[in-house]
């Protein structure tokens, strides 16, 4: 076996294959995602045990709104009883398809216990490593999810009033920006590790904020001086937009939950780049 | 060629420090005390390309750092530091293509993937073209003779298995310089026997330099052309193995030697 001398070498390794560069530099992230998908795959058995916990909380929620409306069936905070226990369904198919052990917890503990190391010596990007394992691990259990919520809703609830299939597509891409979103600001709590010694209490503050806010209520439940103030916060872009997307769509709000969206997206982006390239120089290892 | 060369090299770490008991700990929280840590003191030495050297010293010398700052994880404080003329601090990511490094003691490989699915995993993470990486996988597969297990979940895979399936995703992208810390960790005479013969293969075939630590004085004795001797963060000693059996007459065995040196520089830690 000869070894391809100097230069050449790293030429040949870097791959002239007369793919487009952006293919070449995303296909990494490509085949992590695809890896994770793989690994996911063989514990379906294991989400689906998660279906258990989904089921109660959803069958409590009904009946408690089923309690709330009573009889007159009058609408609160703009909702009927359909559009929201269906609002709230959605937003626990987000909450419990798109948790993930990798931003919420395992960026920290690489981070705390020094395993980081042995990933950002590797000719990747590490947020964006992080971000395609964390998608790998939602496409899994995500449309899981959708299945068990489409069945339990139609079954307990019925048919949602006004939903247009037709808008399934924008309120799909709305959902996948939201989690995104979700995911880098766990990731940047998960980051502020490289300062702090945990960073677990803040994600469950942050946590409890959005299950609070946005996943089990809809913001017009709050009083309508904190409304505004919820729709500046990721909680609107994270699970209330898509959420309401689904039981009350209209093209003019879609496009206004789209770019608050797009610019949460760019503002994570940013904090995520400016936050790792500053705790990166700081890491400590133990044992060297 | 110098594949690696280090001036000055140093890194301080600062720790935090707290009293014992309840008290103390009350007492570290509204008066936080650290303690600065000198791990690597101005090192300075260099490696030519091709050669094998063994980077030892006790625990707590400053050999895992060194190695962390040559390969871009940790910023060294002062010093210079080039691998491959390249500048860690600068230029990690275009370092990481021609680097590779195995940490015994550290799995890089994914466990519910096959050693298979590994190595292309690794192809795509190095940019290799999908036909190159599936010849570069029958190359490392016939020489680490991965033939028997490379469709086998890693989690099933034994620890000499492993570490040979390690060896190969860290070759997978041809680097020009490798770095193996603590390489033959937790194996057995066999296992370490095959390892090593395949680390000697591997640096005759492909001219591959060899930056190794270890605290097994079999990897030293039968890889090493040349060793250095790091403690408290210092080089106490830089020397060809050929030099050091010289000097040390008296049919003295290398790992009573290293330990007379590590004592001759006040620690008593045995390799």
């Known amino acids: 076996m000869n070894r391809t001398s100097g230069s050449a070498a790293s030429i040949c390794m870097k791959a002239v294959d007369g793919s487009a560069p952006w293919y070449r530099r995303g296909r990494k992230y490509i085949v992590i995602y695809r890896s994770v998908v793989m690994e996911n795959i063989q514990y379906v058995v294991n989400i689906a045990m998660g279906f258990l916990s989904y089921f109660i909380i959803n069958f409590v929620m009904i009946n408690l709104w089923d309690y709330m409306y009573g009889t007159s069936g009058e609408a609160i905070a703009g909702y009927g009883k359909e559009q929201m226990i269906w609002y709230v369904m959605i937003t626990e198919m987000i909450w419990f398809g798109a948790r993930g052990a990798t931003v919420a917890r395992q960026v920290s503990t690489d981070i705390r216990n020094g395993n980081i190391v042995y990933m950002v010596n590797k000719p990747y990007y590490y947020p964006f490593y992080v971000m395609a394992k964390y998608t790998g691990e939602w496409s899994v259990q995500l449309p899981m999810y959708a299945g068990l919520a489409v069945v339990m809703g139609m079954a307990m609830v019925g048919r949602l009033p006004g939903f247009r299939a037709a808008a399934l597509p924008a309120v799909i891409l709305c959902v996948i920006l939201g989690i995104t979103i979700n995911a880098g600001f766990k990731l940047c709590i998960s980051l502020l590790s490289f300062w702090i010694e945990d960073a677990h209490p803040f994600q469950w503050l942050y946590d409890k904020l959005i299950l609070v806010i946005g996943v089990i209520f809809p913001i017009e439940i709050f009083p309508e001086k904190l409304q505004p103030f919820f729709r500046l916060t990721p909680i609107y872009t994270v699970c209330y937009g898509p959420a309401k997307l689904v039981v009350d769509f209209s093209g003019e709000k879609c496009m206004e939950i789209l770019c608050a969206q797009l610019l949460y997206v760019l503002a994570g982006g940013i904090l995520i780049y400016l936050v790792y390239r500053k705790g990166v120089k700081k890491l400590y290892v133990n044992g060297g | ?271």
């Not at chain 2, 275009?94 to 940490?103: H, P, R, S, W």
């Not at chain 2, 020489?143 to 989690?155: H, K």
């Not at chain 2, 033959?184 to 000697?200: A, C, N």
Request: charged letters at 30%.
């Open chain 2, 1 to 271: 060629m110098e594949a690696i060369r280090v001036q000055d090299l140093s890194k301080t770490f600062r720790v935090r420090q707290k009293e014992k008991g309840l008290k103390g700990s009350i007492r570290s929280v509204l008066h936080p005390r650290s303690e600065e840590i000198r791990a690597v003191d101005e090192v300075s030495f260099t490696v030519e390309e091709g050669e094998i050297l063994a980077f030892i010293g006790p625990n707590g010398a400053g050999k895992s750092t060194t190695i962390k700052m040559l390969t871009g994880i940790l910023y060294p404080d002062g010093g210079k530091l080039e691998v491959l003329g390249i500048d860690p601090t600068k230029r990690r990511k275009e370092l990481a293509y021609q680097i590779g490094t195995v940490f015994g003691q550290k799995e890089q490989l994914w466990t519910h993937l096959t050693p298979y699915d590994n190595f292309r995993f690794f192809g795509a993470i190095y940019d290799i073209p999908e036909k190159e990486t599936e010849a570069r996988i029958k190359e490392l597969g016939e020489l680490f003779e991965l033939g028997a297990f490379i469709n086998t979940p890693v989690r099933g895979l034994s620890l000499g298995q492993r570490m040979r399936c390690e060896f190969a995703a860290s070759l997978i992208h041809k680097p020009k310089v490798l770095f193996l810390d603590e390489p033959t960790i937790g194996l057995d005479p066999v296992v370490k026997e095959t390892i090593r013969s395949l680390i000697k293969q591997m640096n005759r075939q492909l001219h591959t330099t060899i930056f190794l630590t270890s605290h097994d004085v079999g990897d030293i004795e039968k890889l090493c052309e040349r060793i250095i001797i790091i403690n408290a963060g210092s080089v106490v000693m830089d020397d060809s193995m050929e030099h050091l059996k010289d000097i040390h007459t008296s049919g003295m065995s290398l790992e009573n030697m290293i330990v007379e040196i590590y004592k001759a520089e006040g620690r008593t830690v045995s390799v």
